[in-house]
């Protein structure tokens, strides 16, 4: 198995999880963010690095923008030009002004898995209020190499 297969098959052990804002715990509860800490534990182990507290709101004013800021430490940055591919990190905005607010893991290049309030952990298609409102996707680099993996 590949690894962006592990990572999509990790990342579908996880639908059904009900919602919960900051917590991360498979079938338990998780929100977006929770969803992608539980996968990296799952298929690298322990997490780089701990979220700050952070608002539950997506349209949260707050010019603070910790997921861009996480996804550029920990993940290897891709072009608009680049496709969309299984296993890719995707951040998404509510509007253009605003920080990212919401994460996702590619499932395929035209479904994606995420979490969020009042539907828990599901799959979702790249419909074009999706599509409008992706800020960038990112992909997973090799651990013992440092290598991008694409």
């Known amino acids: ?3 962006e297969a592990k990572v999509a098959a990790v ?3 996880w639908l059904g999880t009900p919602y919960q804002h900051q917590a991360s715990l498979k079938h338990i509860g998780c929100d977006c963010l929770g969803l992608l800490r539980g996968v990296w534990r ?3 182990g322990d ?3 701990l979220p700050p507290p952070y608002a ?3 349209n949260d004013a707050e010019k603070n923008d910790l997921l861009l800021a996480m996804a550029e430490r920990n993940f290897c940055h891709k ?3 680049e496709p969309i591919e299984m296993a890719d990190i995707l951040l998404f905005r509510y509007r253009q002004h605003l920080p ?3 994460v996702a893991i590619a499932i395929s290049d035209h479904q994606f898995i995420h979490a969020y309030a009042g539907r828990g952990v599901v799959v979702n298609g790249f419909s074009a209020w999706w599509q409008r409102h992706l800020a960038g996707h990112y992909g997973w680099i090799e651990p013992s190499t ?4 694409r």
């Not at 440092?146 to 993996?149: E, G, L, M, R, V």
């Open 11 to 13: 990342a579908n052990g």
């Open 1 to 3: 198995m590949t690894f």
């Open 79 to 81: 072009t608009q030009d």
């Open 100 to 102: 990212t607010r919401h």
């Open 56 to 58: 539950p709101r997506w």
């Open 47 to 49: 997490e780089p690095e």
């Open 146 to 149: 440092d290598k991008n993996i």
């Open 42 to 44: 799952e298929v690298r």
